[in-house]
């Protein structure tokens, strides 16, 4: 079956220590991007890579930090969380070819910082 | 400058009806693509339908069909005959270029309820 997982999909942590969620897709797609999730503020990119060691920061990447060794994992990084970057995030892939296609998202990871 | 606004935070429909999702978007690049998803309470993102800016005709996939009126650049998500599990958050999105790997801009949404 064709999808993006990421893992955890609940996390609660404490200010200021490190953690990865992991995004993982099996569709060979070149494209893989990160989101966040705020009510009210619509879905807004972190971080993306249009291929392996290529990646690019989006509109929110303060914080955060990415990574692209292999083409189906990229897994976001927090050094030190806080409670601002409590949101809900989502990992999405896509092909890098003309037309319709879509981004799949993952499922969603609900990170709380206290 | 927005890139996508959706000015309904809500809207109710009644069950059987058809409803309409309002979407306008900003871009000068001639080619983009626009689409829209629906994320239901238990939060994944489904993507719904796609409107290129070069496709004559509106898009249509199933019950959604899209309104895609280039002049006024808005493309509105129509649902016809509502379901109790439309009953959903809805977000439009455009891509500049016609790639897969262009950057999706997301509106703030529109959280549609469906009254039986």
């Known amino acids: 079956e064709a999808q993006v997982t990421q893992n955890p999909r609940y996390l609660i942590t404490v200010t200021g220590k490190k953690l990865t969620v992991t995004c993982s897709q099996n569709?060979?797609?070149?494209?893989m991007s990160w989101y966040r999730q705020d009510p009210g503020l619509g879905l807004r990119q972190i971080y993306y890579?249009?291929?392996?060691?290529?990646?690019d920061k989006g509109d929110v990447p303060e914080g955060y930090k990415v990574s692209r060794k292999e083409k189906r994992n990229f897994p976001l990084i927090l050094e030190s969380p806080s409670p601002n970057q409590t949101s809900l995030y989502f990992c999405?892939?896509?092909?890098?070819?003309?037309?319709?296609?879509?981004?799949?998202f993952g499922p969603g990871t609900r990170l709380t910082v206290t | 400058a927005q890139k996508i606004t959706q000015t309904q935070p809500g809207m109710f429909v009644q069950e059987k009806e058809a409803v309409t999702l309002d979407c306008t978007y900003d871009?000068?690049?001639?080619?983009?693509?626009l689409f829209w998803y629906k994320q239901p309470s238990s939060g994944e993102m489904i993507f719904l339908i796609y409107?290129?800016?070069?496709?004559?005709q509106n898009a249509t996939e199933g019950r959604y069909s899209l309104n895609f009126q280039k002049a006024r650049k808005s493309a509105n998500l129509v649902i016809s005959a509502s379901q109790l599990g439309d009953s959903a958050m809805y977000f439009c999105?455009?891509?500049?270029?016609?790639?897969?790997?262009?950057?999706?801009?997301f509106g703030t949404g529109t959280r549609l309820t469906v009254i039986p």
């Open positions: 999405a892939s896509s092909y890098d070819r003309t037309g319709p296609y879509e981004q799949y």
């Open positions: 569709m060979n797609h070149e494209y």
């Open positions: 890579s249009m291929n392996v060691e290529v990646t």
């Open positions: 871009t000068s690049d001639p080619s983009y693509g």
């Open positions: 409107q290129g800016s070069y496709d004559q």
């Open positions: 999105a455009m891509r500049e270029g016609l790639t897969g790997a262009n950057n999706l801009f």
